[in-house]
């Protein structure tokens, strides 16, 4: 699913317009008569009622015109509640204007934050008549928003959050909650805290970032007559990851019968130090149970014994001279062990000793193969980024916003302000001219940024997953499926999905309190459940 931002979304109406002759006002009221039944299908019969129409400048102050006209159409009552002066609306929005006076409305002019406190007993007078209330309407911001909310409009957001009034009444936004960024997901000062968000056309890359369902509720796409050739023939940066498109990446999964254990990769993870051997058993497992052929591990000699009992369908690579961390020193027996290997994962529970950043460092430059760049080997490429040469391979980056935040130089509440604008910082960054690079910003709504800025934001995974080691399968999954033959970019955005639904599936029937290894035994199901939906 295509998500385009604002410029994005804009440039597909002037093409629909324009290029196709479909009018504006003619778009504005297929916005209004879609939201309208979405409102009848989910609150029920609208006869008998009234709804709150809060109405800002622009187009979305016109489609909450539209909808309220045809609320009226279905017996509820509209009561409109403009933000600006009425005189102030041009265009598409001016001509639903007319309509409403025509029809002879009601309507009141709130231009103060005296005039805000007067809904309330507005609202009161009119339910006292023995008519209940069926929605809020926020018609007052779109997609079209820069700048953080204040005076009157901030008093009014805050009385519709509050609605002390209203309590039980739900807030429908219209095209984008108001005060939500669509391209980022940042808060612009103030934002309506909808029940339900009614957007046109497409989702919007905001709409699904980190925390965004907070603000837009349960989230509706309103088909309002653009048609598919319009979007194919504009250029989208963004699209969510769903079931069916995750299920597609994964079809070449399905097996034959004539394979073996070979058919499907060899990996090879650097991973582990004293204290943190969990890290590499996690990703091992990740691995083994999103279907890799084979797992090694280059492991400290001391700590080989852990792991030898902890994996015991994995083989090991016991490192001579480190002793409780990876060290430098046995390189010639890691590159050894390199050779026949199909991907790498480094860096879960590896430890920031000199003698391993120096190791780290060599292997990042040096290895042909995919390579799954996770946790400290992340920490470590973070401090030495005036050192990065061009990698002799494929690299996929996999920061939590912490571990983002040093690799570009900026703080974790920069990070989650911004996600979108972080990943594609981070992905400059390290772009070298001739090598494919994935970056992937974790947390709610993973987000994936790729060659030409394509960005990809995941649907799956829930809160529950905030627990350790949930990363550390997460590169093993990965490594497993870029050793099954899928691109680095098709194996990031896929493993993200499946590593997500595999949180989910446990979520839904437990709620929080599961573990990374619960999670990497619930990778079998949801692969299953994947693939059987191809058929």
């Given amino acids: 699913m295509k998500l385009p931002g604002s410029e994005e979304m804009r440039a597909i109406d002037r093409c629909a317009i324009e290029e196709f002759g479909i009018p504006g006002v003619v778009l504005m ?54 933000l600006v002066s009425p005189d102030s609306l041009t265009g598409d929005a001016a001509v639903n204007l007319a309509v409403v006076q025509k029809l002879k409305l009601p309507f009141h002019v709130i231009d103060s934050a005296t005039r805000v406190k007067t809904i309330p007993v507005l609202f009161k007078q009119i339910e006292s ?31 519709i959050n509050g609605r002390s009034f209203a ?35 497409c989702a919007k890359p905001g709409q699904v970032m980190q925390g965004s369902s907070a603000v837009t509720g349960s989230l ?26 995750a299920a597609d990446w994964l079809r070449g999964l399905k097996r034959q019968a004539n394979t073996h254990k070979g058919s499907y990769g060899h990996l090879l993870i650097l991973a582990g130090s004293a204290g943190k051997t969990g890290a590499a ?20 000699y001391d ?38 290997k199909t991907a790498v994962v480094i860096g879960p529970g590896l430890g920031t000793d000199t003698r391993t950043a120096e190791l780290v460092l060599y292997l990042y430059h040096s290895v042909k193969q995919p390579m799954v760049v996770d946790a400290d080997a992340l920490n470590i490429l973070a401090r030495h980024v005036d050192q990065l040469r061009t990698p002799a391979g494929p690299r996929i980056l996999t920061p939590h916003p912490g571990e983002m935040a040093r690799l570009i130089g900026r703080n974790a509440t920069e990070v989650q302000e911004n996600r979108l604008d972080a990943g594609k910082l981070c992905y400059h960054r390290f772009k070298k001219k001739g090598r494919e690079l994935v970056v992937i910003l974790k947390g709610a709504g993973t987000l994936i940024v790729t060659d030409n800025e394509q960005v990809l934001i995941n649907t799956s995974g829930n809160p529950g997953m905030a627990a350790g080691g ?21 194996a990031a955005a896929a493993g993200v999905y499946l590593h997500g639904m595999a949180g989910d599936g446990l979520y839904s029937e437990n709620g929080h309190g599961f573990t990374a290894s619960d999670l990497a035994c619930n990778l079998p199901r949801c692969l299953k459940q994947l693939l059987d939906h191809l058929s």
């Fill in 29 to 82: 009221e297929n916005a209004g008569t879609g939201t309208v039944r979405l409102i009848e299908e989910h609150f029920g019969t609208l006869s008998g009622t009234f709804a709150l129409i809060f109405i800002g400048p622009g187009n979305n102050g016109g489609d909450g015109l539209v909808i309220g006209r045809h609320l009226h159409q279905r017996g509820c009552e509209p009561v409109f509640f403009f």
């Fill in 129 to 159: 008549r023995g008519k209940p209330c069926c929605a809020i309407i926020d018609a007052i911001f779109g997609t079209g928003l820069t700048r953080d909310i204040s005076g009157h409009f901030a008093d009014t957001i805050d009385l």
């Fill in 167 to 201: 309590k039980h009444t739900p807030v429908v936004a219209v095209d984008t909650p108001s005060g939500l960024d669509s391209d980022t997901g940042k808060i612009f000062g103030r934002c309506v805290t909808a029940t339900m968000t009614a957007t046109f056309g």
């Fill in 220 to 245: 509706h796409v309103i088909d309002i007559g653009i048609p598919p050739e319009v979007i194919a023939k504009n250029t989208i940066a963004t699209s969510l990851i769903t079931a069916e498109t």
């Fill in 281 to 300: 058993i996690l990703a091992a497992r990740g691995a083994q149970r999103s279907g890799c052929g084979l797992v090694s591990l280059c492991v400290p």
């Fill in 303 to 340: 700590l080989n014994t852990i792991l030898e009992t902890s994996l015991i369908e994995a083989m090991t690579v016991p490192l001579p001279t480190s002793s409780s961390v990876l060290n430098v020193s046995d390189l010639a027996t890691i590159l050894k062990h390199l050779d026949d």
């Fill in 470 to 490: 949930m990363g550390d399968v997460l590169s093993g999954i990965i490594g497993s499926l870029l050793c099954q033959g899928l691109s680095p970019t098709i």
